[in-house]
């Protein structure tokens, strides 16, 4: 079965800085998709970006990249240039072959002012 | 279109009541899936159908819980007898087969006292 990790429960970053979530998961498959999720306080489910496991080149949207290493199975958010609205949390998750979509355990970012 | 539609949002009920939780499609998008998210276990997969069939049920917690798809417009999720311990955010997410991503409800914030 696949999993996925989030080891960072809470972050903080200051304002205007960058700041990088970490995302672990284990699986067998080959092809499956890889996405970020932000959760603000309003409990909505925003997709921030996605991955394909076959693409080398790590997705990029405006001020959030990632860092994709599939020998590794990681998968991490850099967000650049934090603003205030970026608090949130933030959940990795995996999308099998077969369409079932599986949720790390969150990781709350804080921006300070 | 109105997107994934959930309701109610809020949800108080007394333990051991009978509770159903709704959720409306997108038109044409064929996955629909049913997440529980609590502090403590985060966002866990509890059912997801595709044309309407369950195709995995195995993170429905007990046989307390009842999902159905009766028709491509509508979802229930269904909780009998409920206890304090259901009490969590439920959330309905639809996906079209051929597309990369999903689409989530607001939400069904369940108080179980």
């Known amino acids: 079965a696949q999993t996925v990790t989030q080891s960072q429960p809470e972050m903080s970053v200051q304002e205007a800085e960058t700041v990088t979530l970490s995302c672990t998961y284990d699986?067998?498959?080959?092809?499956?998709?890889l996405f970020w999720y932000k959760q603000p306080p309003s409990r909505q489910m925003i997709l921030v970006i996605r991955?394909?496991?076959?693409?080398?080149q790590n997705a990029t949207e405006n001020r959030f990249s990632v860092n994709f290493q599939k020998a590794a199975k990681s998968f991490s958010l850099k967000i650049s240039d934090s603003q205030l609205g970026d608090a949130a949390m933030y959940f990795c998750?995996?999308?099998?072959?077969?369409?079932?979509?599986?949720f790390g355990q969150g990781t709350e970012l804080s921006v300070k002012p | 279109d109105a997107g994934v539609i959930q309701s109610p949002r809020h949800e108080v009920t007394e333990m051991g009541q009978e509770v159903t939780l709704r959720c409306k499609p997108i038109?044409?998008?064929?996955?629909l899936f049913w997440y529980r998210q609590t502090m403590m276990r985060g966002l866990e997969l509890l059912i997801y159908?595709?044309?309407?069939?369950?195709?995995?049920d195995s993170g429905m917690p007990e046989d307390r819980f009842s999902a159905k798809m009766p028709n491509a417009s509508f979802s229930t999720l269904k909780i009998q007898p409920s206890e304090p311990r259901d009490s969590a955010v439920y959330f309905c997410?639809?996906?079209?087969?051929?597309?990369?991503?999903?689409?989530f409800g607001s939400g069904t914030r369940l108080t179980v006292v």
């Open positions: 998750a995996y999308r099998s072959a077969g369409g079932k979509l599986i």
């Open positions: 991955q394909e496991a076959y693409k080398q």
């Open positions: 038109s044409g998008h064929n996955s």
């Open positions: 159908f595709n044309n309407n069939v369950p195709i995995d």
């Open positions: 699986t067998s498959e080959s092809d499956y998709y």
């Open positions: 997410a639809n996906r079209e087969r051929w597309d990369r991503d999903y689409t």
